[in-house]
């Protein structure tokens, strides 16, 4: 049977701690479900830093690790270069000793008994390039006499060659300290061909200096195109 009416103080001091357990109950559900996000958050936010730093530290390693191949390589290229450049220097030193003892032994040809034989050739040579009615040979001073009875000799050999005659005339203006030979003009200066010892002997130099190079020092890689006859 049930009853009807107000509640007695006890019942409404049950109901009142039900209704606190209940609301105690939810809070701690609801505390406990915060909690969790909270965790989980935190946890994400954590992971998220930790990869940020982690890709942080990854790009400033890489970049050290470049800048130091750079170094690395530029020092590498120094090194190189100035090795060559030492190796570039050696050759080119033992290069210009080797011409350098040419030019004295060039030099002590004009004094050997074979200079006026070498004059006289040199004088041919002048006589058959020009092909001049008239060409004027400077010489050394020194050579005037030696030079003028070369000449006489290249001019019977030029006329038995080409069947033409050439007047010589004397100029002493070369350097007696040169390494002799002479010079041949014609139509007042403005056509010459150097035939000085001196100019003879840079001539094989330059024609020479590759082949020097190769049989010296080896076939350069450098040069692809460069065959020795």
């Known amino acids: 049977m049930s009853r009807s009416g107000a509640l007695d103080d006890n019942e409404i001091q ?22 969790v996000k909270a965790d989980e958050e935190f946890a994400i936010e954590k992971a998220k830093i930790v990869r940020q730093e982690s890709l942080a530290i990854d ?4 970049k050290k690790r470049k800048q130091a191949e750079v170094g690395w390589k530029i020092s590498q290229s120094t ?12 050759r080119n030193d033992h290069l210009e000793a080797i ?19 070498a ?9 058959l390039m020009l092909l001049a009615p008239g060409i004027t040979l400077a010489h050394r001073p020194k050579d005037d006499d030696l030079v003028k009875k070369a000449a006489e000799g290249a001019q019977k050999r030029y006329t038995e060659l080409s069947g033409r005659e050439s007047k010589i005339e004397f100029d002493g203006s070369l350097p007696d300290d040169s390494a002799g030979g002479v010079i041949g003009s014609t ?11 001196g100019e003879r002997l840079k ?17 350069n890689e450098n040069r692809k195109f460069y065959t020795v006859s």
């Open 203 to 219: 001539i094989l130099q330059d024609k020479m200096l590759p082949e020097l190079r190769h049989d010296l020092f080896g076939a």
């Open 59 to 62: 790009a400033q390693y890489e």
């Open 99 to 117: 011409f350098d003892e040419a030019s004295k032994q060039v030099k002590a040809l004009s004094t050997g008994g074979s200079y006026a034989e």
């Open 79 to 90: 090194a190189i270069n100035t090795s060559r450049i030492k190796i570039l220097r050696s």
């Open 14 to 35: 049950t109901e009142m701690n039900k209704m606190v357990a209940f609301i105690s109950q939810e809070a701690r559900e609801k505390a406990r479900e915060i909690q």
């Open 187 to 197: 139509m007042g200066g403005r056509i010459k061909v150097d035939n000085t010892l």
């Open 119 to 127: 004059v006289e050739n040199l004088i041919l040579e002048i006589l």
